[in-house]
C-alpha cells in the first residue's frame, strides 16, 4: 500500500544543537526507496506504507544505538483508495 507521511523527530537530552542527529535521520531515511521533503519542522515521506513503517522503526533503532538517549517521533500517515497519494498532489497552486 503506497503512502504519504509527514515525520518528525525530536531527540532530547542532546544538548541544544539536535543537527547530528536530525542530519542521521535523514541520512537513514535515503536508505529507502522514498521521495523526501525535508521541511523546517519535520519531513515529508511517499512510499510504502510498510517501508515507512520499518524507517521509523530503524531510526529508532539506530539513533539510541548511537546514544540518543530519548526520542520523541510524530508520524502522520496518508493511504488513500480512490487514488495514488503523491506529495506532489499535495501542493497548492498560486
Known sequence: MYATAEF?????G???SVRREIARVIELLGEYDFIVET??????IEGELADILAAVTRVHEVLHREGTVRLVSYLKLETRTDKLPTLAGKRLLA
Open 14 to 16: 542532546t544538548g541544544v
Open 39 to 44: 521541511h523546517a519542522s519535520g519531513t515529508n
Open 8 to 12: 518528525q523527530v525530536v531527540p532530547i
